[in-house]
């Protein structure tokens, strides 16, 4: 009998495990919106031909350059990195180019701001172009379906001599 209950405590330790390990690899979009993610379309493939590829649904991440709010919703400015699997934009020095995503509700600017990193999945409409600069740039345009803003990165603090190991002016007792 004690067998069976420490069996039963091994298997539900073990579950336990494998659900915590598990549930930190989980994506931030949600599994019914990835489901109908077409996986194929690239962002280089998207600039050259947005037209081709309307209807379809699409993940990209990237930085935020400006939000406006408008009467019909919220327009995100973003230009695109690579993400990696949870979603997470990376390397931040290399995009592919810009694209506008549109929210239906209300998203705070101050929140969705300038430099905050976003990852979404959106259905292509096709393009819009607007004047960047004085260039007229053709953007990608989605309608998000769900979009997911990440955490604001704090800067890591470090101590100049971590722990004493290395302090030039420390001297040890017992060193001659």
């Known amino acids: 009998m004690?067998?069976?209950?420490?069996?039963?405590?091994r298997i539900l330790l073990v579950t336990t495990l494998a659900a915590v390990c598990l549930s930190g690899c989980a994506h931030v979009i949600s599994k019914d919106v990835l489901q109908q993610?077409?996986?194929?379309?690239?962002?280089g493939e998207l600039r050259k031909a947005p037209q081709a590829h309307q209807g379809e649904m699409v993940l990209f991440g990237g930085v935020v350059v400006k939000t406006v709010n408008r009467r019909d919703g919220t327009l995100l400015e973003v230009y695109q990195t690579e993400i990696d699997s949870r979603g997470r934009p990376i390397k931040l020095d290399i995009s592919g180019g810009r694209f506008l995503a549109h929210?239906?509700?209300?998203?705070?600017?101050?929140?969705?701001?300038?430099?905050r990193k976003v990852t979404?999945?959106?259905?292509?409409?096709?393009?819009?172009?607007?004047?960047l600069g004085k260039i007229d740039y053709h953007y990608p345009f989605l309608i998000i379906k769900d979009i997911h803003l990440w955490s604001k990165e704090q800067p890591r603090r470090y101590e100049p001599y971590p722990w004493g190991l290395w302090d030039p002016w420390w001297r040890s007792p017992w060193y001659p």
Not at 37 to 43: G, K
């Open 120 to 131: 979404i999945a959106g259905i292509v409409q096709g393009e819009q172009v607007m004047r």
């Open 37 to 43: 993610v077409n996986t194929e379309i690239t962002f």
């Open 103 to 115: 929210y239906r509700g209300l998203l705070e600017s101050e929140i969705y701001s300038k430099g």
């Open 2 to 9: 004690k067998a069976k209950g420490e069996m039963i405590i």
